[in-house]
């Protein structure tokens, strides 16, 4: 008598039919990325940084580092006192300006050289003179003060002469 | 000397453990190596709604994903994954259950009579009530053992075993009735 608990045995062409039947289906690809979209919405997928954008970003940053410092160097040298001297086109209010700036720049050498030595250094002394003695000459040759400075350039002389 | 290997031909276990540090390619092959199989079997549990098999599969990946820190390695990936499936299905019956045909129940008036219809053993198979449906899906097909089937749908390995039992019965009276197409 079959139990009825037993499963029936298949015969062999329904075990055939079984058989042929598919495994797999066709994959949907539509659901494969709603599903990844909705795992990185969830934060399952850490972000894709690739390791030769990186080189590539270091690299620029690099690159920008080096660009800025060369055009630095190039931008301060151009407008350096001593390029600015040699240049044959500027204009008039660009030479009173090269003008100042010399002079600050003479006054603060000189203030320097004070702050290093002694008032009674004679060396220091000589120097100080002669570049003013110098300054004064150039302006006066060019009979720019209305004769300060020949008076000045004089007085100087005389003072030298003297000590 | 350092060997690529493609990701394809890893191992689930090596795949499962770059997924968790988020590797989405990783994950996709993965998705790519079990979804087919996972997919068939979905649709066959499914039967006449095959229609939300899409759905049930992202379900189930998702169930899969979240609790993948607990798959112990156990068992095969496939078997943990078709078991997340299988119990996706069983919760969507349970939510329609209440206007179709009650669980368990043989399909007498199903398929007798209907002689006309040129059957086959795929839409045999469909006709069957859900647990019969589901118990010679998971066994005659994907060759899962009563004791699988009875951790995967939550019931005694003889209650397995009782139900192949009826929709073996029920599918050789369809398939006679039907004049399917014997090889």
């Given at each position: 008598?079959?139990?009825?608990n ?8 329904e075990?055939?039919?079984?058989d ?8 949907n ?7 990844v979209?909705?795992l ?9 940084v ?12 690099v ?5 800025g ?23 008039l ?5 090269l003008?100042q700036r ?6 603060r050498?000189a203030?320097g050289y004070a702050?290093?030595?002694t008032?009674?250094?004679s ?15 150039a302006?006066?040759?060019?009979s720019?003060?209305?004769g300060?400075?020949v ?7 005389t003072?030298?002469?003297t000590? | 000397m ?8 890893l ?11 988020g590797d989405e390619?990783a994950?996709r092959?993965l998705?790519q190596r079990?979804?087919?199989?996972l997919?068939?079997?979905?649709c066959?549990l ?6 939300d098999?899409?759905?049930?599969v992202?379900?189930t990946w998702?169930?899969?994903?979240r ?8 068992a095969?990936?496939?078997t943990?994954l078709?078991?997340?499936g ?8 349970a939510?329609f259950s209440?206007d179709?045909?009650?669980l368990?129940?043989?399909v007498a008036?199903?398929g007798?009579?209907?002689q006309?219809?040129a059957?086959d053993?795929?839409r045999v ?5 859900n647990?019969q ?5 998971l066994h ?9 089937i009875g951790?995967?749908?939550g ?21 006679n009735a ?6």
């Amino acid at each position: 008598m079959h139990d009825e608990n037993e499963p029936i045995e298949y015969t062999a062409a329904e075990r055939a039919l079984f058989d042929a039947l598919p495994r797999e289906s066709e994959l949907n690809t539509l659901t494969e990325q709603r599903l990844v979209n909705t795992l990185r919405a969830e934060g399952y997928f850490r972000a894709r940084v690739r390791r030769t954008a990186s080189l590539v970003a270091a690299a620029a940053a690099v690159a920008c580092l080096v660009a800025g410092g060369i055009a630095g160097y190039q931008y301060g040298m151009r407008n350096s006192l001593e390029n600015r001297l040699s240049q044959t086109n500027l204009s008039l209010n660009d030479r009173v300006l090269l003008l100042q700036r010399a002079g600050s720049a003479y006054v603060r050498a000189a203030n320097g050289y004070a702050d290093a030595t002694t008032r009674v250094d004679s060396t220091a002394v000589e120097v100080a003179q002669q570049i003013l003695m110098g300054a004064a000459q150039a302006v006066a040759r060019r009979s720019m003060d209305g004769g300060l400075t020949v008076r000045l350039a004089r007085a100087m002389q005389t003072s030298g002469a003297t000590q | 000397m350092t060997v690529t290997v493609a990701s394809e031909e890893l191992p689930d276990s090596t795949l499962i453990r770059r997924f968790l540090d988020g590797d989405e390619r990783a994950f996709r092959t993965l998705y790519q190596r079990h979804t087919p199989r996972l997919r068939m079997v979905i649709c066959r549990l499914l039967g006449p709604r095959r229609d939300d098999a899409d759905d049930l599969v992202q379900e189930t990946w998702m169930r899969g994903c979240r609790g993948i820190h607990g798959f112990n390695g156990e068992a095969k990936f496939s078997t943990w994954l078709t078991t997340i499936g299988v119990r996706a299905v069983y919760s969507r019956f349970a939510r329609f259950s209440a206007d179709e045909e009650p669980l368990f129940e043989d399909v007498a008036e199903h398929g007798e009579g209907d002689q006309a219809l040129a059957m086959d053993l795929e839409r045999v198979i469909e006709m069957l009530p859900n647990h019969q449906r589901t118990v010679v899906v998971l066994h005659d097909i994907e060759g899962f053992t009563h004791q699988e089937i009875g951790r995967q749908l939550g019931i005694a390995p003889g209650t397995s075993k009782a139900t192949l039992s009826r929709a073996r019965c029920t599918l050789r009276r369809l398939l006679n009735a039907g004049g399917v197409r014997h090889a």
